[in-house]
């Protein structure tokens, strides 16, 4: 994005330029919503938004990404399901910040991002984080007041409510607060943080992402399914949420979930595979952490293959191509590899020597042009910075 483009759009130059990355979780999955541990990693690529500051309460939107005309809305008549499409999310974090009381007003606003979309890589999060960070920083000192988890709460608002998708804090956090070569090990119930130092490049290992190029949708009603699952497994075990479940005492608490259906439908079995996965994916976290810390990051790779059994067999949100990329690699001998993001499509991550980065690569493309399947797209995951002014 230039500013050339915002001047075409607008007909002025830009106040500033600001960007917020896209993230892959590195292990975590689903815990976020249960007051769980996460440890995901920003990426290099961005949304990007270059900004000017109005002062007539209009929001004025345009994507170079997205076919149309400017989208303008009033501020004083923003409110959820007011707006539709990839607008909604700049829109919903404009409101966020409002009805939180900052003082926000209008801007002309030009977003162009390298984030992949529908590739459970956060495209969202960084747009909405990258237009809050723009918003406040345009509009004075009592707006910049507001902290970087503060941020992605707010951020985190803006989707659950005005846009409608009951997303948990990760995606937000993780793309307002990571830091350049580390994963962020976050406590999403109180949102402490721990910035674990994460440079694959010198022990001779590499993080791939491999997008699968199938697209999901979160708002289709199945990740609200699983969520409720979870609320109603930690009700029955008189919890706050399934984090208070403890590892030592899972299969007394499966046997507490008991066999009857729960009010969205879902059977005790599936209940009692829900909570399982969550309880086991915050003990193989911890596990992760421990392992970063003591500098055998290698031994990290089974944790993300049993973390991706879990996520497919249990929370039951994998898919044909997800797997095919995790069973691929690990057959051409990947340390470990697991799907990301909220599943049904998206991505997965595998971690390798950087020596097999070829070997494994070219296998997960073979299988996937036998199975018939899209090429896949890859890339190294670079722990990168999280939202910032560039100018």
Known sequence: ????????????????????????????????????????????????????????????????????????????ALAPTGAVGWAAYPAGAAWALREAGLPVGGADLHFESTVPTGAGLSSSAALEVSTGLALTELHGPAAQAVTAPELARLCQRAENEFVGVPCGIMDQMASACCVEGHALFLDTRDLSRRQIPFDLAALGLKLLVVDTRVKHELGDGEYAKRRAGCEEGARRLDVRALRDVPYEELDAALARVGDRAGPGGAQGPELRALVRHIVTENHRVMDTVRLLEEGDTRAVGPLLTAGHASLRDDFAISCAELDLVVDTANAAGALGARMTGGGFGGSAIVLLDDALTTEVTDAIRTAFTTAGYRAPRTFEAIPSPGAHRLR
């Open 1 to 76: 994005m230039s500013a050339p483009a915002f001047e075409e759009v607008y007909g002025a130059a830009p106040d500033g330029v600001w960007a917020a990355p896209g993230r892959v979780n590195l292990i975590g999955e689903h815990t976020d919503y249960n007051d769980g541990f996460v440890m995901p990693l920003a990426l290099p690529h961005t949304t990007r938004v270059h900004a000017a500051r109005r002062d007539d309460g209009v929001l004025r939107l345009h994507s170079a990404d997205s076919p149309g005309q400017v989208v303008e809305l009033r501020l004083d």
